[in-house]
């Protein structure tokens, strides 16, 4: 079957950490950019960053960027997404996807991170 499955999410105190994964199967990673996305409920989907192909090279949203960390492991065909110093503002369904950018060939079904205060 071919799919994005993600992982990692769950409930986590402010200041704390969660690292998702993000997981394809029936298909190759190797030369697609991945990006991950997220909507809390009653806003908009906002996208949070995006890896290149090789790992190379990521851009984040102005809103994570020095806290949250992207990489890819090819071998396994998985991208990660590393989420330090969490706020309740990062609270949202997240979701990775690939190519980073309109039109996309894959979506997962979304991992909900929940940050409390």
């Known amino acids: 079957e071919v799919q994005l499955v993600e992982s990692g999410g769950g409930l986590v105190q402010v200041g704390g950490s969660l690292r998702l994964s993000c997981a394809a199967s029936g298909f190759s990673l190797d030369d697609l950019a991945v990006g991950w996305f997220r909507q809390a409920p009653g806003k908009e989907r906002e996208g949070v960053s995006c890896?290149?192909?090789?790992?190379?090279?990521?851009s984040y949203a102005d809103s994570v960027r020095g806290r949250f960390t992207g990489s890819r492991d090819n071998a396994k065909n998985t991208v990660y997404l590393q989420m330090n110093s969490l706020k309740p503002e990062d609270t949202a369904v997240y979701y990775c996807?690939?190519?980073?950018?309109?039109?996309?060939?894959?979506w997962g079904q979304g991992t909900q991170v929940t940050v409390s205060s």
């Open positions: 996807a690939a190519p980073c950018s309109y039109p996309y060939d894959y």
């Open positions: 890896i290149s192909k090789s790992g190379g090279s990521t």
